[in-house]
């Protein structure tokens, strides 16, 4: 943008500047940095907002990963229940085979 105005006034310098022209060039240099703001201003909303999502995934990865050893815990006492079901059914089972002898 201060490049255009630069090359913009020393294309005007063979042509005479004229003062209107300079007002006209820097009016849009303002508007164009007043656009530049805004987008800059819509990214930070957008980075903050990112941010929020992200902050989110967190804490559900989090959540996933203590479920995961909640059920885990779970699944290894299952485990051990199903052993000593099994382990208790082999007793029952020898003490029917002495019992029939």
Known sequence: MILNLLVFLLQKKSDGI???DINDE???LRNDVSVLKDD???LENALG???GHVST????VGNLKANTC???SRFHRLEQSHASMENCLEKVENTRVN???
């Open 57 to 60: 995934l967190e804490d559900g």
């Open 99 to 101: 019992f029939r002898r």
């Open 26 to 28: 820097l009016l849009q």
């Open 40 to 42: 800059v201003d819509n």
């Open 18 to 20: 004229k003062r209107q």
């Open 70 to 72: 909640y059920f885990d």
């Open 49 to 51: 907002s990112l941010g």
